[in-house]
């Protein structure tokens, strides 16, 4: 069989994982904090007992844009969303340190600060804990502070301070859960250490960095990509039957 029909074939199949790519970007178009996924393909020469005239498709993961979104106004105390560079430092389920933009923070009845996902927020010791209160302000800096029950609403109380670190960019990734964190060969030996130089913006969010009218380009242009590599394998097909048809009659 022409093995233009397994090059047709892995074209289509690496358009469809590309596409797949793009489309996740388009379905977090409006998730706070969220950053897009890059996609690109790359040839590959099939290597063997033959002349190198060949190559198989394969899409690449060459990693994520950690670009900062725009600024949206909510006006929500426990709303942050971090000033400049940085990331937000959030223990996961499975009790790892994994960093955020996305601000959205809640405050259970156990008051313990969680984000709207459910990932506790980590502060100067761990996880920010918050004694009963009237009030709640989150400072420029990160600090939380409260208007104690029973307390005057003009008595504000610091209790912790949100965890901000910023990871040299080059040493970051994004998992499979949407977070980002240390690539294997660049994780410490401790925890992150805390950026004391870093602003948050408190009654705003992050937006995504998605560009919807971009990712909707790409589809398209992957999804003709893949009707092309698809005719490649009816043509290959098509040459395969010719072929056995001329030699039925020698």
Do not use: C
């Not at 090059?7 to 790519?21: E, H, T, V």
């Amino acid at each position: 069989m022409d093995k233009a029909l397994y090059i047709g074939m892995s074209g289509a199949k690496q358009n469809m994982l590309a596409q797949r790519a793009h489309a996740n970007n388009l379905a977090n178009v409006n998730t706070t904090g969220f950053k897009k996924d890059f996609a690109q393909a790359r040839s590959m020469p099939v290597f063997g007992e033959h002349h190198p005239t060949r190559a198989y498709a394969l899409t690449e993961r060459p990693g994520t844009d950690l670009s900062a979104g725009a600024l949206m106004e909510t006006g929500r105390k426990l709303d942050v969303a971090v000033d400049g560079e940085g990331w937000l430092a959030v223990q996961n389920d499975l009790g790892e340190e994994v960093f955020t933009r996305s601000g959205s923070l809640q405050v259970d009845v156990n008051g313990l600060v969680r984000l709207a996902s459910g990932e506790l927020v980590l502060g100067n010791g761990g996880p920010v804990a918050l004694p009963p209160f009237d009030n709640l302000q989150v400072g420029t800096d990160g600090t939380i502070s409260i208007v104690p029950v029973g307390g005057p609403p003009d008595q504000l109380v610091e209790v912790d301070r949100l965890k901000l670190v910023n990871p040299p960019s080059g040493a970051l990734e994004k998992g499979l859960d949407g977070f980002i964190r240390r690539q294997p060969g660049q994780v410490l030996d401790g925890p992150e250490p805390p950026d004391a130089s870093m602003r948050v913006a408190t009654g705003f969010l992050e937006s995504s960095n998605v560009n919807a009218v971009e990712e909707m380009i790409a589809n398209l242009q992957l999804s003709r990509q893949y009707e092309m590599q698809v005719k490649v394998m009816s043509t290959a097909n098509e040459n395969s039957q010719a072929a056995a048809r001329l030699l039925q009659n020698l």
